[in-house]
C-alpha cells in the first residue's frame, strides 16, 4: 500500500520562501514520477512541478518556473518543493502525488496516488 508523507508548508509573507517535502511508502520501482499539485478555493487543480524519480525529468508549470525548484532524494524515495518568492497567488492546499511507470513528469496534477495536502499561505 502506498503512502505519502508530506511535511513543511505554512504561513509566509510575501518574498518568503518554504520547503515542503514528502516522503513515498511502497514504491519499488526503479522510475516513477512524483511532484506536487495544489488547488486553491474555487479553483481547478494545477500541476506545479515533477520528476521522473531516478531521471532528471522534471516539469515546472510557467507561473512557478524561476521560483520553485522540485529535487529528489532517491535512497529516501523523495522529493522536495523548494519554493522562494512566494507570491499571495502561490496561496493553496499543495499534494503530493505519485505515479507509477510508464509516467509523465508533465502531468503530475492526474498522478494516481496522492497524500493528504498541506497548506501554504502567502500573505501580502
Known amino acids: 500500500q502506498v503512502q505519502l508523507m508530506e511535511t513543511g508548508g505554512g504561513s509566509v509573507q510575501a518574498g518568503g520562501s518554504l520547503t515542503l517535502s514528502c516522503a513515498n511508502s511502497?514504491?519499488?520501482?526503479?522510475?516513477?514520477?512524483m511532484g506536487w499539485f495544489r488547488q486553491a478555493p474555487g479553483k481547478g487543480r494545477e500541476g506545479v512541478a515533477g520528476?521522473?524519480?531516478?531521471?532528471?525529468?522534471?516539469y515546472y508549470a510557467d507561473s512557478v518556473k524561476g521560483r520553485f525548484t522540485i529535487s529528489q532524494d532517491r535512497v529516501k524515495n523523495a522529493v522536495y518543493l523548494q519554493m522562494n518568492n512566494l507570491k499571495p497567488e502561490d496561496t493553496a492546499m499543495y499534494y503530493c502525488?505519485?505515479?507509477?511507470?510508464?509516467?509523465?513528469?508533465?502531468?503530475?496534477?492526474?498522478?494516481?496516488?496522492r497524500g493528504q495536502g498541506t497548506q501554504v499561505t502567502v500573505s501580502s
Open positions: 502525488a505519485a505515479a507509477p511507470p510508464p509516467c509523465f513528469a508533465q502531468y503530475v496534477h492526474d498522478y494516481r496516488d
Open positions: 511502497g514504491y519499488t520501482y526503479r522510475h516513477y514520477c
Open positions: 520528476t521522473v524519480v531516478g531521471s532528471d525529468s522534471t
